[in-house]
T-cell receptor
């Protein structure tokens, strides 16, 4: 069946711009996660949704980062006033409750 | 100190060799433990969960030492296709729910 999909696969933007990254989870998965992976590092947790609500947003680095999941399915990660340090691969994962997290292919964000 | 620490390697081994990776974690309240595999420019995928009693899946054996807060992965009879980065992962919950904390990853290169 279809896995987690993320769009765009690559995004190049300029410092100071606003970006939106989209995640389509596996159908029926109630839990959705966002992680960020910098070069040579493991993924770093950003936020976790259970249904429509953010159950844990402790990983968001600052208030420039915001994520929504209005209907409990698709999620959008929004980054305002992008900085060069935001450049990374943004990974989305989904899972049934308490089960394995399945990752999408990621969006590679480059801030020039 | 990082919550999950791994030797980044790289480990370069010949086909057929046995190789072991180690990982330590700092939060004694961690409840569940995993090894994920990540191929170059791909998303992480669950390789195996790690239990206190130790567990084996074919050529792969994982062990957990809660007293020492130490996790290991042993790969026997290495194949070229085992070349990847192996991520040590812990979770504060007893299932896969909530945020996963990843180590930096250990790179394995199996050579003919």
């Amino acid at each position: 069946g279809a896995g987690v999909s993320q769009t765009p696969s690559n995004k190049v933007t300029e410092k100071g711009k606003y970006v939106e990254l989209r995640c389509d989870p596996i159908s029926g998965h109630t839990a959705l996660y966002w992680y960020r992976q910098s070069l040579g590092q493991g993924p770093e947790f950003l936020i976790y949704f259970q249904g429509t609500g953010a159950a844990d947003d402790s990983g968001l680095p600052n208030d420039r980062f915001f994520a929504v999941r209005p209907e409990g399915s698709v999620s959008t990660l929004k980054i305002q006033r992008t900085e060069r340090g935001d450049s990374a691969v943004y990974l989305c994962a989904s899972s049934p409750p308490g089960d394995t997290q399945y990752f999408g292919p990621g969006t590679r964000l480059t801030v020039l | 100190r990082k919550e999950v620490e791994q030797d980044p390697g790289p480990f370069n081994v010949p086909e057929g060799a046995t190789v072991a990776f180690n990982c330590t974690y700092s939060n004694s309240a961690s409840q569940s433990f995993f090894w994920y595999r990540q191929d170059c420019r791909k998303e992480p995928k669950l390789l195996m969960s790690v239990y206190s009693s130790g567990n084996e899946d074919g050529r792969f054996t994982a062990q957990l030492n809660r007293a020492s807060q130490y996790i290991s992965l042993l790969i026997r009879d290495s194949k070229l296709s085992d070349s990847a980065t192996y991520l040590c992962v812990v979770n504060a919950f007893s299932s896969n729910t909530g945020k996963l904390i990843f180590g930096q990853g250990t790179t394995l290169q199996v050579k003919p």
